[in-house]
C-alpha cells in the first residue's frame, strides 16, 4: 500500500503503476493547509479521469476535528475509492460519524449505499485500546491500520527502528482484526534508503499475521511485495495438498496425509490462503 | 624528423587544408571539446571556406560552427548525433547542404570501405608523444577510450593530432600509434574537464523511471539470455543504469557470471565488473572518472575502437555478439519504429550514435522510456525520423506495460507466462491517448535539412525542416 502526496500530479498519474496493490491518495499530512483545495481538486480528478481498475484506491481524508474532512469526502465519494482511511481514529463514534456523512454523499451522488469501504487509521493510544470497538464498530470498516510514528508519540516514546515500542500495538490490532474478520496492514518503514532494515521490519510483519504494510517510497514496494508474496515453494505445497486432498475423496479416504504428514483444516485453510494470493497476485493486478 | 607544431595554424598549413575539403574530429571530448572550435576559428580566419565537417558527434559546445555555416567557412555536417542548440539551427534550414546522419558503426564502416573520405582529421589527445604516439587515458583532458578517433586516425589523408599534455617519447600504452599521425599539436587546453566527462553517473530516483527499469530487468531475466555467459550494454542515463542495477540483483542472487560489458562506460559497469558479474569490459568510450580510471588500470577493461564496436563492414563486430541492450527513444511507433534524431516538435536534437547497431546486432534489443513525457505519448503512428528499423527492435518498456515486436511471438509468449504486463503496442497507444490527448500533428517544412543513413550505408529517412509559426 504505498502513499501518495495528493499534490502531486506526476504522482498521481502513475500511481497505479509503481507495483502497489493499493494507492493511498493523501489529503492529509502530506498536503499543507494552504494546499488542501488543490490538493483535492487533483485527487478529485485523477479519480474521474483515470482508469486504476488494476489498482485500488484509497483516499486519507483530513480528521474530524478539522474543517476538511468533509469537504475531502464532498470531493471524492461520488468518484468511489475502494476505501477512506479516516485518520486518528480512537474509538468506534468516530467510524460511525464518517460512514453516516459517506452514506449522505453517496445518497446525493446516486451511489449503492455502503459502496465505499473504510480503513480507519488507528495511531493514537486510545485507539489501539479501543482496536475491537472500531474494527466492529460499522460494516465499512474493511480492515485496521496501524500508524506508528503518531503512536509512539502519545506514547511518549521514541520510534526506533526495531519496534520493540509498538508491538503490542501491533499484536492487539491483528488480534482484534482478525477477530471481527476483516484485515490488518502495517506502519509503514520510514528510513527509504535502509532496504535490509525494511526487509526485516516486514517479515516480523508478516509474522505477527498482518495482511499487510504501507510504504511511504516507491522503491520500497518490490521488498514489501516479495516478503508478503507466497513463495514458489509455498504455493507448489499448497497445490500439492489442494491434490491430495481431490485425491483422497476421490478413494473416499477419511484421513489424508501429505509427506508423512496428517492433513488437518489450518493446513486446508493455510494452502487456500496461499492459492488466493497465487492467483492475486498472478491473476492480474498492478504489476 | 619533427611532427610537433608549434600552432594550430602550422599544422593545417602543412597539412595543406584547402577551400572543400573533409575534416574530421572524434567527440571523446564531449560538451567539453574546444579542438573543433578552434581548428574552423583557425580556418575561418585564414579565409578557408565550404568545408565539410565529418564529426562523430556534434555538441551544444560546438555552437560556433552555426556561425561558420552561415559565413559560408562550413558547408555540410556528417556526424552520428548532433545536440539540440546546432540541431535546432540545421532544422531551422540555415544550411544548404543536408546533414547526413551516420550511426557509429557506420561511420567507421563507411571510412573502412572509402564510401566516406576524410583529407584531415583533427584528433583530440590528452596525452601525446611528438612522434605522435596518442592516448586518452592520461592528462588534465583525459577521457578515457579513445574508440571513436581510431578510423579517423586510419583512414583520412593527414592525421593532425592536437595535445595539451605532451610526454617524452615513446608514450608508453599508446592508443593511437605514430604510424597513423603526421602533425602533433600543443595547446593549452583541448578541453574542459568538467565537462568532458560526468564526476560521477547516479541511478535515477524517479519512482517512474525506476518502475520502467524493474520491468526491462525482469524482461531481461524472462528472456532466457539472463546466463552465464550473458553479454549487456547499457546507457549512461539514470534510467538505463537503474536496469543494470536490477540485473546486476539477479545476476546475484542466481549466480550468473557475464562476459563482457559493452559501450559508453560508466562506474556502474566497473564496479560490476569488479564484482566479477562480467568478465571484460568491452569499452568505446568513457562516460565517467571511475571509468577511464578503470581503463587505466584494469587490464580486463578493454578499449576498443568503433570498428571492433560496431562496424558492419567489418567481418564481426561486437555488438554482434550482444546478447541485450538497453536503449532510449523520443519516440517509438505503431511498427516498432524508434525516433532518436528529433524532438517530438521535429527539431534535431539527437542521432542515433550506436542506437541502431546494437538494436541491429544484439539478440534483444529493449527501449525504456516513459509512456507519457511532458504531455506527449510516446507512441505514434508514424515516428517523425526513423531512427532505428522497426525489424531490429524487439520490445518496448513502460510503466503501463510491455509491447513485444511480432517478430518473437516466442518471448512474448515467455514474457506472459512469467506475469509479465504485456500489452499489443496499440493498447499502450490508447492508453496514452485516454490519459494525454491526441496530439496535434506536427507541421514540417518542405526542405530536407537532414539524411538518416542506416548502418550499411542506404538511406533510412530524411529530416525536413521545422516550420516557423
Redesign the interface.
Known sequence: MLFLPGNTP??L??GD???ADTAIFDLEDAVSPDEKDAARILVRNALK???FSGCEVVVRINPTDTEFWKKDLDAVIPLKPDMIMPTKVSGGGMIREVSAYIGQVEERSGIEKGSVKILPLIETALGVEKAFDIASSDGRVAGLFLGGEDFTADMHCKRTKEGQEIFYARTRLVCAARACGIEAYDTPFTDVEDMEGLRTDTEFAKSLGFAGKAVI???HV?IVNEVFSPTEAEIEYAHDVMDAIEEGKRQGKGVISLRGKMIDAPIVKRARQVLEMEQA??GGGC? | MSKLMGTIREAIEKAGLKDGMTISFHHHMRNGDYVLNMVLEEAAAMGIRDLTINASSIFDIHEPLIEHIKNGVVTQIECNYMGGRVGKAISQGIMEKPVIFRTHGGRAGDMERGASRIDIAFLAAPCADPMGNLSGKYGPSACGSLGYAFSDAMYAKKVVAVTDHLVPYPLQDASIDEGYVDYVVQTEQIGDPARIVSGTTKITRDPVGLRIAGLAAQVVKHSGYLKNGFSFQTGAGGASLAVAKYVEEMMEKDHIKGSFCMGGITGYMVDMANKGFFDTILDVQCFDLKAIESIRENPKHREISAMRYASPAAKSAAVDSLDVVILGATQVDLDFNVNVHTDSNGYIMGGSGGHSDTAAGSKLAIIVAPLIRARLPLIVDRVLCKSTPGETVDVIVTQRGIAVNPRQKELRDRLIKAGLPVRDIRELKKMAEEIAGVPRPVEMGDKVVAQVLYRDGTLLDTIKNVAEI
Open positions: 506526476n504522482m498519474i502513475n503503476t509503481l507495483g479521469y483515470q482508469d517510497s516507491p522503491r518490490d497476485i498472478y504489476r
